[in-house]
């Protein structure tokens, strides 16, 4: 079993609908990243959060430490958001444990 | 600006042939890393470097080697490429190794026929 997982594996929405990307680990962590890799294959960091929220523009990552989940909100979604959302998380000795990635698709 | 650049951006090569993907960051971060990135199994760390003259494999590192002589470069070195090395390569740095913002190349896609 993987210690990173995210759900669901692909996502297709209308523009406009609310998206939430799901990221689970099993391993104790100090904090972790959302990531977006564009289709162009360029890969971007959107967040680095340890506890609670953080906002940026229509993106919204959560994380619960104790229960060992993330989450990852685009409201008012739009095509330019169609990419690979990573979820990554930090172990102890700050290596990166890597999620499989979540492609999601937003039609006009 | 800010930036991690690798090269060759996409390179075909023969089994066997040496191969040097070269990795440059700006930022003067310590912490270095390379990864590939195969269809279906997400990011995949080779080697990391914590600082100069300081590396240590990842999770693949079969069939790789690294340097890291200066703080701001970090090359993957393929002595003997073969077709399973075929892949998209990442190069990417941070300040504080996982725990730092990453900032990652423009990526490297590779083809060993």
């Known amino acids: 079993k993987n210690e990173v997982e995210q759900s669901p594996q692909n996502l297709t929405a209308q523009e406009g609908e609310f998206i939430t990307i799901n990221c689970s680990y099993s391993?104790?962590?100090?904090?972790l990243h959302w990531l977006q890799q564009h289709p162009g294959g360029g890969i971007v960091s959107l967040f680095m959060?340890?506890?609670?929220?953080k906002k940026h523009g229509r993106l919204i990552a959560t994380i619960n430490i104790q229960e060992k989940h993330s989450s990852l909100h685009i409201t008012a979604s739009h095509p330019r958001d169609s990419a690979v959302y990573i979820c990554a998380v930090i172990r102890g000795n700050y290596q990166l444990i890597w999620g499989a990635g979540t492609k999601l698709i937003i039609k006009p | 600006e800010a930036q991690v650049t690798q090269n060759p951006r996409y390179l075909i090569t023969v089994t066997g042939k040496k191969l040097t993907v070269t990795c440059s960051q700006n930022?003067?971060?310590?912490?270095m890393s390379w990864y590939r990135q195969d269809p279906g199994l997400g990011l995949r760390q080779i080697y990391y470097?914590?600082?100069?003259?300081?590396?240590d494999k990842g999770d693949v590192p079969e069939g790789y080697k690294v340097s890291r002589k200066e703080k701001r470069n970090f090359p993957l070195i393929l002595e003997s490429p073969s077709p399973n090395q075929t892949s998209l390569y990442f190069c990417?740095?941070?300040?504080?190794?996982?725990?730092?913002?990453?900032?990652f190349g423009p990526g490297t896609r590779l083809t060993v026929t």
């Open positions: 930022m003067n971060h310590e912490y």
């Open positions: 470097s914590m600082n100069v003259e300081v590396t």
């Open positions: 959060l340890s506890s609670g929220k």
């Open positions: 391993v104790g962590i100090s904090a």
């Open positions: 990417a740095s941070s300040w504080l190794a996982g725990a730092g913002e990453q900032y």
